[in-house]
């Protein structure tokens, strides 16, 4: 089946720094891609709706100017923390238009 | 907000049938009935989904009421490696500007 992929699959860095995240489709192209963060024991929550060749859409709360998303091809995804803080320390999950999500990024903000 | 309801959490023996029931009385016609699970520290796995008719995987089995205003997804022979957080999701099938929307899901404990 279809399978996505996500690097770094961990991170720490320090606070102030800014960190990526790539998401890529493997085996098939992806107009749309999700994002998702999760905090300890809670259920994960839409970030933004990413959207090949144009602007990501961002849900109500997440600052688009922290979260930087970029779908550049059919195949990746990326997403950057910028000026990453200790309360962005969460597990990021990718997920594409079809039905699979990527295995996870953890980001420690020290 | 999520469509579904999910008892919170419930435990399974080892080599018995888990089934993990799922509510979603207001579900549209068009909506289909999505199962996943989540592992510590990992992505969401696809389990199965359905519209309303029952369905079977190597995975699980879905069985969906006649009204699909609930469904039960039965793992026939838990392992201890199914202990995981299950999520049940409606969602358009083939709708792909839209996301999935996860509830809280059920904390599945298969127990020795």
């Known amino acids: 089946g279809a399978v996505v992929s996500q690097h770094p699959s961990w991170v720490i860095c320090k606070s102030g720094t800014s960190v990526k995240i790539e998401c890529r489709s493997l085996d098939f192209q992806a107009t749309t891609m999700f994002w998702y963060r999760q905090f300890p024991k809670q259920s994960l929550m839409l970030m933004a709706t990413s959207n090949e060749g144009s602007k990501a859409t961002y849900e109500q709360g997440v600052e688009k100017d922290k979260f930087l998303i970029n779908h550049a091809s059919l195949t990746l995804s990326t997403l950057t923390v910028t000026s990453a803080h200790p309360e962005d320390s969460s597990f990021y999950i990718c997920s594409s238009e079809t039905q699979y999500f990527g295995p996870g990024t953890r980001l420690l903000v020290l | 907000d999520a469509k579904t309801t999910q008892p919170p959490s419930m435990d399974c023996a080892e080599g018995r049938a888990a089934n993990l029931p799922c509510n979603h009385s207001?579900?549209?016609?068009?909506?289909?009935v999505y199962w996943y699970r989540q592992i510590h520290s990992q992505g969401p796995q696809y389990i199965i989904h359905g519209l309303k008719n029952n369905e079977t995987n190597e995975m699980a089995s879905l069985i969906i009421t006649e009204d699909r205003k609930s469904s039960t997804l039965i793992l026939p022979h838990a392992t201890l490696r199914d202990t995981a957080v299950y999520y049940c999701i409606v969602r358009v099938r083939g709708d792909y500007g839209q996301n999935f929307v996860f509830g809280p899901g059920t904390r599945l404990s298969v127990l020795p």
């Open positions: 207001t579900i549209s016609g068009n909506e289909y």
